[in-house]
């Protein structure tokens, strides 16, 4: 079972999706404790593991509007 969050921001600029879809994932982490990846239109990242699986600097760093 996994849990999917998709949020689209309609403007180019917006560069900060990347940490509301962790945050989404996060309250439905129940449903992928051993797995997570979150994709934007700037990239890709994935983890293995339980707890926290990305951090901040991650998160800015892929930012995203889609």
């Given amino acids: ?3 999917i969050v998709a949020i ?4 180019p600029q917006f560069n ?6 962790s945050f989404g994932l996060t309250e439905v982490r129940h449903r992928g404790k051993e797995a997570a ?7 890709f990242l ?6 926290q699986v990305f951090t901040e ?3 800015r760093a ?3 509007y889609i």
């Fill in 1 to 3: 079972m996994c849990g």
């Fill in 8 to 11: 689209v921001h309609f403007d």
């Fill in 16 to 21: 900060e999706v990347a940490g509301p879809v």
């Fill in 37 to 43: 990846g979150i994709k934007t239109n700037r990239g």
């Fill in 46 to 51: 994935k983890s293995r593991g339980t707890g």
């Fill in 57 to 59: 600097e991650q998160l």
């Fill in 62 to 64: 892929l930012g995203g």
